[in-house]
């Protein structure tokens, strides 16, 4: 079966850096994109990053770049969202997701498999 694990959440001050993890198994992992979205308190969830199969290419949200990157390494299963200077406003859930497809001009707006989550608090 197909697993996506989050981990790296937590309380952190406003201004710091955190980097969350998500460990793929069960699937093919370079066979699929690899992406972040994330759910604030009474809120839609929202895309954050993707990035394509191999690592080449990747597409963020408008409302977070320039402050967070995503990478992933293929020989560990791994994909990864470092977030810099961090704000109250990014605290949610956030969820790793992986889909068959690549998209680098549009926000992505699902996915084939999803994480259960880990959560992130911003203190001001």
């Known amino acids: 079966q197909e697993q996506l694990v989050e981990s790296g959440g937590g309380l952190v001050q406003a201004g710091g850096s955190l980097t969350l993890s998500c460990a793929v198994s069960?699937?093919?992992?370079?066979?699929?994109?690899m992406g972040w979205f994330r759910q604030g308190l009474g809120k839609e969830r929202e895309f954050v990053a993707g990035i394509s199969f191999s690592g080449g290419s990747t597409k963020y949200a408008d409302s977070v770049k320039g402050r967070l990157t995503i990478s992933r390494d293929n020989a560990k299963n791994t994909v990864y969202l470092q977030v810099n200077d961090l704000k109250p406003e990014d605290t949610a859930v956030y969820y790793c997701a992986a889909r068959t497809w690549y998209s680098g001009s549009t926000n992505w707006n699902g996915a084939d498999f999803w994480g259960k989550g880990t959560l992130v608090t911003v203190s001001s």
């Open positions: 069960g699937l093919t992992f370079s066979s699929y994109a």
